[in-house]
Each structure stands twice: as structure tokens, then as C-alpha cells.
């Protein structure tokens, strides 16, 4: 028995070495200095480009196509409200000034010698959903959830940015500017500046791609998109918010008594299925298939997801992958035996301060059908008996 097992390995390695010593039909490529993907690979973002301004609307990321939990650099979604700006790094600076000691222009090389931090986050425009709240979504997880990345992100804590100016006892609030044709900006508490806000040049290892707002960003962990302010250029510290363009005629959420709700910062957490999903199919008919999907949540670590297989009569826990991060997407899967019958397949997530994402119907009953902001409902894909799933 022991020999034919050993007989049977040693078959195994010769039929490994004979294929890989075969010599390939053509090469594939030569050395390149700056890689590029398989020619066979084609997953792409869907761009959504305003026709009147170049270089203005989005660009959603191919939730369905990729795995585990980064964002490819070059699928990250894009949200630019005046285009992609150019920027000389040599020349860029950032400006802190208001209500501290001593304003300070500091270069890109200033920015670098400052102790840094590297840290794995999604980013997601609070817009995300939206589609999917007003049934105008199309069929895939990147029409309904698209506006959706995570990166590992690297930069200077803002706190150290900050203590270089020395904050003034009034200072409250910090004003962030992008240096971006219209000048965007947003007023962050200086709790969130103080607490785990980062000034950021890098994503994925490298320089951040120009549409993440190169040579230098604002990231908010877990707070809505937009407050990420790009090709950011100042930070004003001040007593009170700047109520600037961005943040009371977009990013305020009308609900059902009228009053809007502002500076509503946090992401809610939230989950979809990708794997199998709207627009894919299930080939070989009833059988094992693993469900998989992402899991996130603005207030932490997601702490359970739930997945049901049968249009929501019973959920059982998905397996986590491990390492589960802090305002990251979490990777979850779960083994399904499919009976070959349409079905309806959904996901939930409960994150760390034990908050339930929500039914669309609860949503609505909590806020009314007028708001547009922070929609993060159960997400339901049917699967049919051919095999093929769709948006409910
Ligand atoms: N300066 C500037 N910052 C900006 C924007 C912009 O148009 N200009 N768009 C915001 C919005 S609405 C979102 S959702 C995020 C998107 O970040 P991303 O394009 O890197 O995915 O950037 C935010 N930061
Ligand atoms: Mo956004």
C-alpha cells in the first residue's frame, strides 16, 4: 500500500515535470517595467460619464468578478464632481491653517517624513444603493453596489498633521479643500480628525492613481465617500462647519417630516452576494455551489453574516475570512447544496456594535421613500432552475 502510494506521488511529479518542461507554443510577453494583465482578462468598471462636462459622474467597480477583499487600483470605483485635475507632486502642497499656533504649508517630501500608517479601507459613496432603493438598479452587483472599493491605504495619521500646527482650544471642526475645479469640500469633526483619520499618497503600494485623488487624499474610515476628499490641497480649522455646497443641497437626507438629516457620516453596514450574483450563471445544474459575497460596516468590524438559500424562511452563518478589519470589506462564504429549484438567495450583516443591516421595508418605514442617501437593504438575487440570477 505504502509503495503504491509513493509509486502514485512519483507518477504525479514526473507528469508535472514533463508539462512544465514542454516549451511554449509563444511567450506570452517579454519583461515589461510595468505590468499589465493576462491579454484574456477583460473585467472592467462601468463608466457613467456626464455627456455636458468630460470627466464628471462615476465609474463602479466589478464587485462580481473579483475575489477576496482589495480593490484592484485600476477598478476602483471613481466619483469626481469637476474631473480628474493634473497635478505636479513636486509642486503640490498641503496648507493647515485657522484656528491653530502656527499655519503650515507642508510639500509631498514634508507629508513623508512624518510617521506613517498603512491600513486596509473600504471607500463607498454613500449615493451606493440608491438604484437598488428606487428599483432602477440594473442586473449586477456593480449596478447595485459598485460605488464600492477597498484599498490598503498608506499616509500620515491626521492627528500628527494636525499637532505639527498646534490646535487652538476653539478648534472644532476642519474644513477639507480639494484642489479640483470646483473646489470640493467638506467640514470633518475634529473628533474623526484627532481619532483614526488619515492624510494618504499611497494605495495598494504605490502612488494613489490620479482618479483617488493623487498625489494626496483625505481618508475617513467608514465615513460616507464624499467626506474623502481628494487632491486635497487645505485644511482649515475652524469653530463651526463651513455648510459648504456638498454638504446641505447633496448629502442631506429628507425624511418623512420634513426635516433633512445633515452630517449623517457613517456607512451602515451593509453586505451583497457576488458569487453567485445577478448577471452570472449557475452551470451544471442542482448540485454543490459556494455562496460568496462581501460584508461591511462604517462602525467597525462586521461581527456575523447570515446567508439564507431560501427567500429568507432560515439563515445560517457564513465562515468570516480571516484577518476580519475595521471598517474593511469582509470576505464571507458558505457551502450550498442547490436542489436545482429557483430560489431566492440573500445575505445579512450584524457588525461589532451588534447593529442589523436592515430589510429595504424597515428603511422605508424608518425614513420615508424621499431620501436619497445611505440606502443599505438585504440584498435578494433569484436564482432560476436554468441556472441563471438575476435582480428581484
Ligand atoms: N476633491 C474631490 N474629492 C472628492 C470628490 C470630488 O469630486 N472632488 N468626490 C467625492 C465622492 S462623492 C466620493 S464617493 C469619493 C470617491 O472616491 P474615489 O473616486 O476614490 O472612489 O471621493 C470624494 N472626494
Ligand atoms: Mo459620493
Redesign the pocket.
Known sequence: MADRRAFLGLAAALAACTKSTKVPSAVEQSMTPYGERAATETIARAVGESTASLGVGSSRTPLQHLHGVITPSSL???????GVPKIDPAKHTLLVHGLVEQPIEFSMDDLKRLPAATRVHF?E?SGNGRGEFMGTAGATAQDSHG?L?CAEWTGVPLKHVLAQAGLKPEAKWVIAE?A?A?R?ARSIPMEKCLDDALVVYAQNGEALRP???YPLRLLLPGFE??T????LDRLHVTEAPAQSNQETAHYTDLMPDGKARQFTFLQDANSVITRPSGGQKVSGGAGFVEISGIAWSGSGKVKRVEVSMDGGKTWDDAVLEEPVLPKALTRFRIPWVWDGKETVIQSRCTDETGYLQPTRDEIVEARGMAFNYHYHGVKAWVVKADGSVTNV
Open positions: 476602483h470605483f471613481e466619483r469626481h464632481h469637476a471607500v459613496c460605488l472599493s480639494g479640483d470646483c470640493m482618479g483617488q485623488g465617500g464624499n474623502n476628499v481628494k487632491w
